[in-house]
């Protein structure tokens, strides 16, 4: 089953959830995708209340347990409404300076509280002019799966010069994106031994490049930002394959 996860980001307010409910909620037809929203956590509640057929997903957690620590919100606080999580973030990482260790604590804190992790990895641009997007990518990916044998998880591959925030107009075409999952997949099939995990595709999906990026072998979702925050055009996204 493919996964389709929209990442709101810092946007929205409680009005604006409820007005994107309704519309989605009409529009959204039973696809053979399963759909995640991730809305800030002052949200979730509300979201909660509107979701049907859905699942909910908080954007972050704390990479403790529990204490002092101001600000925080922790993997059981999100748990209580929550079945997923992403965790590292480009944003994250390059805003707020999360490093591999950090994801490595927090994928291990959502996998204890039974949230799965929606893990993000992926080059920047120097990075892919250089040739290392391989060497990069293995390396996000080893490093966050250091210790864990759990396999209900998700991995985005999110290349940082694709993601709307960062990219100058690049954007990914599919099969500069498929031969990344190529690699991904082969490297989970290794370590786990297992197809289990789905290699989702993050940065400027649309209801219009979402079928392309879907026809490839490896990538088995989307996780949208920018095009998740409208009803018709997440549900465009969401329905895919579906004819309207
Ligand atoms: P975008 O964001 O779809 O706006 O490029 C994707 C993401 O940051 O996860």
Redesign the pocket.
Known sequence: MALVVA?W?MNKDLAEVQGFFKEFNKLRKNTKADVVICPSFTLLNEAQRWAKGIKLGAQNIASEEKGAFTGEVSAAMVKEFCDYV?IG???RRIYYNENDEQVNKKVKLAIEHKLTPII?IGENLEERKKGKTQEVVKRQLEAALKGVKETDIVI?Y?PIW????F?KGEIATPEQAEKVHEMIAGLLEKKYYSNKIRVIY?????PENVKALMQQKNIKGV??????LKPESFAAIANYGTST
Do not use: F, Q, R
């Not at 996780?223 to 998740?228: F, H, M, T, Y």
């Open positions: 990442n980001k992403i973030h480009s944003e993000c985005a999110e694709a993601i709307s925030t990219s993050g940065g400027s999906v649309t996780l949208v930002g920018g095009g998740s």
